[in-house]
């Protein structure tokens, strides 16, 4: 695509979803959470369609995830239902799937206040940058107004890493954020950071804590276990409250960003 001097972020928006959506599934982990995802699903579907025709109101349930702006839709048709979830969703415990099964077919809307909870929780906000990552316009020049990312992850990996990680692609995100500060794509190895970032209300020791995070999940990566991915382990949050202005750079950031989501502690 960009061979032909087109690049994602020109698309139009539908188009843009498809093919984030199609190359963050062309990751092997993250089509293995997919995968699991749907397996986890089909019992839940299948139980609804069960109570369903023994009501006498047999209805036919379709369950898929894709790449949607919301957390859930549904389409009703005759005799059937296509329930669609946020690809975001895609690590979510059992308990969450069914509350959309619930909240689609019986429009019933008690769990409400649970899908939003795990709609903005780490994980699921891990994925959805993911998806973003492959669309969002970057500034692949290192140097901003105020900040130059080459001498940021310079001065995190000698004082937090002894020099010894390997310098990914560094970019700045074109348009400035106010929910994500950070992310970290495995699939490029790029660290992007927000262009809100880069102001003299910023000092250098908070956009280093935005660097470590995001350098932390190059280096310690995502965790499968039982086919849940967890990027935020008890073990990362550790590692991360290592930086030492850790609670004084939180503190700014609170304050500079409203509803921040950096994968820092702070929703």
């Known amino acids: 695509m960009r061979d032909r001097g087109s690049a994602p972020a020109t698309l139009p928006l539908i188009t843009q979803r ?52 919301t957390v859930y839709r549904a389409r009703h048709g005759a005799g059937q239902i296509r329930i669609t979830a946020s690809e975001g969703l895609i690590c979510a415990p059992e308990l969450v799937l069914r509350a959309v099964v619930q909240a689609t077919t019986t429009r019933q809307h008690q769990q409400t206040d649970l899908l939003r909870t795990f709609a903005a929780s780490e994980d699921c906000s891990e994925i959805l940058a993911a998806l973003e990552s492959f669309t969002v316009a970057l500034e692949t020049n290192p140097r901003g107004a105020y900040h130059n990312l080459d001498q940021v992850f310079a001065r995190v990996n000698a004082a937090y890493f002894d020099g010894k990680v390997a310098k990914p692609r560094l970019a700045w995100n074109k348009t400035p954020t106010y929910r994500r500060l950070g992310h970290y794509q495995p699939a490029t190895n790029t660290i992007t950071l927000s262009l809100t970032l880069d102001s003299a209300a910023v000092p250098s020791w908070v956009i280093d804590l935005v660097m470590y995070h995001e350098m932390l999940h190059q280096v310690m990566g995502a965790h499968v276990v039982n086919g849940q991915r967890y990027s935020h382990t008890p073990a990362f949050r550790t590692a991360e409250k290592r930086f030492r202005e850790y609670a004084q750079a939180k503190r700014i950031l609170d304050g500079l960003i409203p509803n921040l989501s950096l994968g820092l502690e702070s929703r």
């Open 18 to 69: 498809a093919f984030a959506w199609l190359k963050f599934l062309s990751v092997p982990d993250n089509f293995a959470l997919h995968r699991r995802a749907l397996q986890v699903a089909k019992p839940i579907t299948r139980e609804f369609e069960q109570t369903s025709q023994a009501s006498g109101n047999p209805l036919t349930t379709w369950f898929e995830f894709y790449n949607i702006p």
